[in-house]
């Protein structure tokens, strides 16, 4: 039996980075992760093999539709799967292996196999028992399906299934029209397959800003992937390798059926708990089977705290990570404190989508009064050049004090360019003080600054 300071229970991104964290604020850990390898759903399964999927079939893209304008000639690409998908696994590899090595040179133990908690200060892993002053579970999330959906990860595959198909469907049914179907989506059509995508609700992306939910929906269509929207999924069946599923159209009941290579159901993520003993312990779940956490982390057992997907919020990597950081940082006496106000959001298609604050939507929820600031990248000197001047920045400002609400933009790099304004936003910043700032020539970063202008005076270049 070992002794520890603090036993993290998964290696996720919430695990694994608040392992880090204790081992430098001096205390003594290790971490549970029965996975073969370390970095949880995003770096095994999710975030970062799906974006190496992203950025192998954006390639082909370009190659195939912009090369020959800038003068790049020569033999059009086609596609290896099996070697695309050596690039991807190689990519994985890379960055499990890099947790490991941080493990290493923070002095933390990785505890192979799967954990549970016995009783409040210990962890068990196969026979052995080990001591722990705090125990964080991190135990993060798995893919959930629908009624009448059963998934056998070949032709009815969740994300992880999808990111090893055998080969590249010729048609895939993606049923939900969130994040991840998307991504995948239009990994799919950008590599030949004819995608449809099957969604319960009228609109694509739940919760984004309507107006860039809509232009993204555009852009989707025009690169090929199809919509069914307003369909409730019925069930899916499988005869001869292929797929039927079958969906009731809201407005009017009607049925019917969409025969598929593969379908990817995604429909949402679940908080992943079995096996740890949480029921025994009395740990307190909320309905909806997540950990219930007081605003430090801590569960209703003293010493067990949980973070990441397994507990309320965004499930997302870096709001994981956060908390990750903060539980470490408040076991060791300190104040930490995650703004769950300023999380990004971000879809990793082409053109990206980044997100941050309030939308519209909710802004006239809360009958606040505000204004809007926007540019298009076709005003972008840069996207332009780039074959990238599709989209928007739009930022939302109280009407009376400019201060930044909320953000959102859709185009190039759209992801990376959403960090200026969550920094401007932890700063308490006013739109006038982006507008005030000055961004580099030719960046894609100067349309987050015509935006800022938009909501004063007025854009230079609109
Ligand atoms: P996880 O990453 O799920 O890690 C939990 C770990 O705990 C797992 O490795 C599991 O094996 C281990 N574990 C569980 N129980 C035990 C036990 N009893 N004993 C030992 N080990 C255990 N998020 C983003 O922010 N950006 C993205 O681009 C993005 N893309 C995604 C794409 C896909 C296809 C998917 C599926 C997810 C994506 N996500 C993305 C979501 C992101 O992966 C999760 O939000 C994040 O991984 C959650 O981190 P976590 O540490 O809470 O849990």
Known sequence: MSSYDVIVIGAGPGGYVCAIRCAQLGMKVACVEGRETLGGTCLNVGCIPSKAMLHASHMLHEAQHNFAEMGLK????????????????????????????????????????????????????????????????????????????????KTVVTSTGALELGKIPKTLAVIGAGVIGLELGSVYARLGSDVTVIEYLDGITPGMD?????????????????????????GVTVKSNKATVTYQLRKDESEHTLVADTVLVATGRKPFTDGLGLDALGVEMSDRGQIKTDARYATNVSGIYAIGDAIDGPMLAH????????????????????????????????????????????????????????????????????????????????????????AHIIGPMAGDLIHEICVAMEFGAAAEDLARTCHAHPTYSEAVREAALACGDGAIHA
């Open 319 to 406: 709001k994981a990570e956060d908390e990750g950081m903060a539980v470490a940082e408040g076991i060791a006496g300190q104040h930490p404190h995650v703004n769950y106000g300023v999380i990004p959001g971000v879809i990793y298609t082409h053109p990206e989508v980044g997100s941050v604050g309030e939308t519209e939507e909710t802004l006239k929820e809360q009958g606040r009064a505000y204004k809007v600031g926007k540019f298009p990248f076709m005003g972008n000197a840069r996207a332009k050049a780039n074959f990238s001047g599709e989209g928007f920045v739009k930022i939302l400002v109280d009407a009376t004090t400019d201060r930044i609400l909320g």
């Open 74 to 153: 020569g033999k059009a690409q086609s596609v290896d799967w099996k070697q695309m998908l050596a690039y991807k696994d190689k990519t994985i590899g890379q960055n499990t292996s890099g947790i490991e090595f941080l493990f290493k040179k923070n002095k933390i133990d990785w505890l192979k196999g799967w954990g549970s908690i016995p009783e409040a200060g210990k962890v068990k892993v196969g026979d052995d028992v080990h001591e722990a002053k705090h125990i964080i579970i991190a135990s993060g999330s798995e893919p959930s399906s629908l009624p009448g959906v059963e998934i056998d990860e």
């Open 210 to 234: 309507a107006e860039i939910a809509r232009q993204f929906q555009k852009m989707l269509t025009k690169q090929g992937l199809k919509f069914t929207l307003g369909a409730a999924v019925q």
